[in-house]
């Protein structure tokens, strides 16, 4: 499985943003799929993580609120929706997939990477 996220760019605080990531290889559907985010210098943190059950759910706090995560099977595609960006919100932005994951916020619980796109946000 291939995973290709896509979709940060560089915006004002206060500014909405989408990343998408699109996987090649193996369908979505049973994965459970995460968010992580990286600053300089600094280990990976989790942003936001969807259940394969699609029933959960679970963001970081620092996002709860403002940040929504979903999918779209037919496109075999995730979304990371991000709204009223801060500055602190800059890093960049992974996705991951796990095979009947746990939906964990542990960087460990997932198996497939994207590559990371950058997400800056100026104040």
């Known amino acids: 499985v291939q995973l290709q996220a896509s979709g940060g760019g560089l915006v004002q605080a206060g500014d909405s943003l989408r990343l998408s990531c699109s996987a090649s290889?193996?369908?979505?559907?049973?994965?459970?799929t995460a968010w992580f985010r990286q600053f300089p210098k600094k280990e990976r943190e989790f942003v936001a993580s969807?259940?394969?059950?699609?029933?959960?759910?679970y963001y970081a706090d620092a996002v709860r609120g403002r940040f929504a995560v979903s999918t779209d099977n037919a496109r075999n595609t995730v979304y990371l929706q991000m709204n009223d960006l801060k500055s602190e919100d800059t890093a960049v932005y992974y996705c991951a997939g796990q095979p009947y994951g746990t939906g964990a916020s542990r960087s460990n619980g997932y198996v497939y990477w994207g590559q990371g796109t950058l997400v800056t946000v100026s104040s």
């Open positions: 290889g193996h369908s979505f559907t049973n994965y459970s």
């Open positions: 969807l259940h394969w059950k699609g029933e959960w759910t």
